[in-house]
Every structure is written in C-alpha cells, then in structure tokens.
C-alpha cells in the first residue's frame, strides 16, 4: 500500500492547456505550471526581420545582428532602463556622465578662437583680388584708415585706401531669346496680362513708323509741287517785246 502511494506521487499528471491554446513552434514545458507562453509568443517564433525591397529588381536582404535584437526586444517590450522608484510606471532617465569635461571645452574654445581668427585676418588684412574691388574691399579699408591714423600705410596700401582699382567685371546684355524658349517666356494675353514686346515686335514698330514717315514725307513733296504748279499758273503772263530795245 505504501508502495501504491509513493508511485501515485512520482506520477506527474499534465496540466490542461488554456482555451484557445495553439501549440508554439518553440519548445514548451506543458508540465511547469510557471511556464506561461507571452501573449507575442516566444523569440524563436518571431519571423526574421528583412528589408523591404525597394523595386523590383532589388532583393529583400539578410537582417543584421543588430536588428534581430532589435525586434526581439520590440516584441517582448523589453528596455534596458530600470523602473523608476520614486514614480511608479516610469523609467530612470539615465543621465551621461562627462568624464572629459576640461578637454571638451578647452577644445571647444580653441576651436572658436581659431576660427575666428582666421575669419578676421582674412577678412581685415588679406588682400583680395590684387587690390582690386571685391566684396571685402571695405572691411580692408577700414583697416588702413585705422592703421593710417596709428602707424601709417605704405604706398601700395595708400593707393588701396584713395585709390582703389576697378573690379574689371563686365555686365552684358543677354536677350531673352537666346535662353529663355518663347512658350515660357509669353504669357497669355488677357484684359488684365499683356506681355512684354519683344525685339522682333520692337523691329516691326520701328518699320512700320518708318513707312509712315516716308510716306508723309512723299506727300509733303507732292503737296509743294501741286502748290508750285499752281503759283506758276497763277502768275500774270508778261507781255512779248517784239524788238529788243523795246
């Protein structure tokens, strides 16, 4: 009888599984009661992580360490903060300990002073362009009046200061027609848009004032040869001399 009730306790009995229970592909212990299965399921249920194909001739590619971690943290919502002790429900916020602090503002500063250094040297003592206008030129010349009125200026500085030579830079006239196409240039025309002539409108303009003028010229040439034909007519004929003293 002993013997019957010892083996009865050395039988394990399997606990019955949950309503709506699917067995997992990962390995389960039906037989630990603390063995509860996440409601995502198990790591090694998950699918792997993959790119998204881009196209259509690219391939989805093999995820990266780095991401199969990723994910499985995502899906066990799991963080490496811990739980905040003084408000329930919330993270530490881990703040980051500077253990170099004097070099990262010693190099913080003296990257500053180098940069501005080269800033104002380049923009009060080098000489842009020859001498010659540029944008510059008054931060340069602001400088040798400054230094004009403490130590002096050599010649070539003086002539910078009084005498500064021309930046050289010619500005020409390009039509509109040589780069703009003539459907984006024109508009279209309305009683409130009119576009601006162009220079065959311009050339039209002029030819057609040029006709109007030869032809007023025409007939003011006209006009004084019917009114000098008409002066004659109007003159009074002289009498014939039949001889010549007489």
Do not use: C
Not at 53 to 76: A, C, D, H, I, W
Not at 122 to 150: P, T
Not at 153 to 161: A, F, G, M, P, T
Request: hydrophobic content about 30%; cysteine-free; charged content about 30%.
């Amino acid at each position: 009888m002993v013997e019957k009730d010892k083996s009865e306790e050395l039988e394990i009995f399997r606990r019955a599984n949950p309503a709506g229970w699917t067995p997992p592909k990962a390995p389960y212990n039906p037989y630990d009661p603390t063995d509860l299965r996440p409601p995502g399921g198990y790591p090694s249920e998950f699918k792997i992580p993959g790119n998204q194909p881009l196209g259509f001739l690219s391939l989805p590619k093999n995820p990266t360490q780095y991401k199969k971690v990723n994910e499985t943290m995502k899906r066990l919502n799991y963080t490496p903060r811990p739980m905040s002790e003084l408000y329930p429900g919330q993270y530490k916020v881990l703040r980051k300990v500077d253990t170099n602090q004097r070099l990262n503002t010693g190099s913080r500063w003296f990257g500053t002073f180098i940069g501005g250094a080269v800033v104002f040297y380049f923009a009060f003592f080098h000489r842009w362009n020859d001498g010659k206008e540029n944008v510059m030129s008054d931060f340069y010349r602001a400088r040798l009046r400054l230094q004009e009125r403490i130590i002096g200026i050599s010649d070539q500085e003086y002539n910078d200061l009084y005498h500064p030579k021309d930046a050289g830079i010619v500005v020409k006239n390009v039509r509109d027609t040589d780069y703009i196409p003539e459907d984006m240039r024109k508009t279209k025309e309305g009683q409130f848009a009119l576009n601006r002539p162009s220079q065959r409108h311009v050339l039209e303009a002029q030819r057609i004032q040029q006709e109007q003028e030869e032809q007023m010229l025409r007939e003011f040439d006209q006009h004084k040869q019917y009114a000098e034909t008409l002066l004659k007519e109007s003159e009074p004929e002289k009498p014939k001399k039949w001889f010549k003293w007489f």
